[in-house]
């Protein structure tokens, strides 16, 4: 049964940092592409980034690179989403996502299995 476990959220004030662990189990864990999406109130789900199957290619979107950094640990099962000089828009819920891509790949928001979801909120 995959399971996906973030933890990591929390209040953080504008301009810091904050990591995000997404502790993965009940599947071949370099089998499946994992990532982050998140939502916040009233806005549609965002892609944040990927860590594709098999040799881990990084993904990350475009408006948080520079400040996001996708990794994966495989002897802990676990991806992560290092962020820092954070800003009052990336308050969100940050959710971890996993599915089985063969060969390779990742998915944006397609993911088909899910965590609980980490609230972040950047605020003074």
């Known amino acids: 049964q995959v399971q996906l476990v973030e933890s990591g959220g929390g209040l953080v004030q504008p301009g810091g940092s904050l990591r995000l662990s997404c502790a993965a189990s009940?599947?071949?864990?370099?089998?499946?592409?994992i990532g982050w999406v998140r939502q916040a109130p009233g806005k549609e789900r965002e892609g944040i980034g990927c860590v594709s199957s098999g040799d881990g290619d990084t993904y990350i979107r475009d408006s948080v690179k520079g400040r996001f950094t996708i990794f994966r640990d495989k002897r802990k099962n676990t991806v992560y989403l290092q962020m820092t000089n954070v800003e009052i828009e990336d308050s969100a819920v940050y959710y971890c996502g996993a599915d089985f891509v063969l060969g390779g790949g990742c998915y944006e928001l397609g993911f088909g299995h899910w965590g609980q979801g980490a609230q972040v909120t950047v605020s003074s």
């Open positions: 009940g599947f071949a864990f370099e089998d499946y592409a």
